[in-house]
């Protein structure tokens, strides 16, 4: 699965930019953990809606966190 080689980066990636901009202040890390936080409140949101739409549990993104 290619979204599964993809996702270790990008957490490094994230976490990376998330420390930094605490370096420069508390509001920017403020900014990266509500920004964080609602990102994954949406994906599953609209995963669990997209699941009840479909019916189906095969049919789900690759990228199923829930």
Same mark, same amino acid.
């Given at each position: 699965m290619r979204t599964r080689r993809i996702f270790?980066?990008?957490a490094i990636?994230?976490?990376l930019i998330l *420390? *930094?901009?605490?370096a420069l202040g508390?509001?920017?890390?403020?900014?990266?953990?509500?920004g964080a936080s609602v990102t994954l409140a949406c994906y599953q949101g609209l995963l669990a809606f997209y699941r009840?739409?479909?019916?189906a549990r095969?049919?789900?993104?690759? *990228?199923?966190l829930g």
């Open positions: 270790v980066p990008v990636a994230a976490a *420390l *930094l901009s605490m508390w509001h920017y890390a403020v900014d990266g953990i509500v009840s739409r479909s019916g095969e049919h789900a993104p690759a *990228l199923a």
